[in-house]
Nanobody
């Protein structure tokens, strides 16, 4: 049973924008925190942003603060990641994850989506 489904990735030119979506269902939806991570080739998984269903507080990594915005649509059980001023180094597979608490460590999240590829061309 698929719990988290990402969409919205693709190929974009440097300086462009993308909005990623993460649709949550089942037990993943019962977790209060949804986070976005990414993994670039040859690199570790990197925390980007998190939000809770129960509150509007958002959390951002310093590396992307000011260029990304996380938001949620409760009726749609969907979390979004709006990204702007994209750079080639943003190229990665982007994942959403669900957990009890909004944390920066991947191990804190017990449900993961399959990922969506974002490629930024120069």
């Amino acid at each position: 049973q698929v719990q988290l489904v990402e969409s919205g990735g693709g190929l974009v030119q440097a300086g462009g924008s993308l909005r990623l979506s993460c649709a949550a269902s089942g037990r993943a939806r019962s977790r209060d925190a949804i986070a976005w991570f990414r993994r670039a080739p040859g690199k570790e998984r990197e925390f980007l942003a998190a939000i809770r269903w129960s509150g509007s507080t958002t959390y951002y990594a310093n590396s992307v603060k000011g260029r990304v915005t996380i938001s949620r649509d409760i009726p749609k059980n969907t979390v979004y990641l709006q990204m702007s001023s994209l750079k080639p180094e943003d190229t990665a597979v982007y994942y959403c994850a669900a957990g009890f608490l909004a944390r920066v460590w991947p191990d804190e999240y017990d449900y993961w989506g399959q990922g969506t590829q974002v490629t930024v061309s120069s």
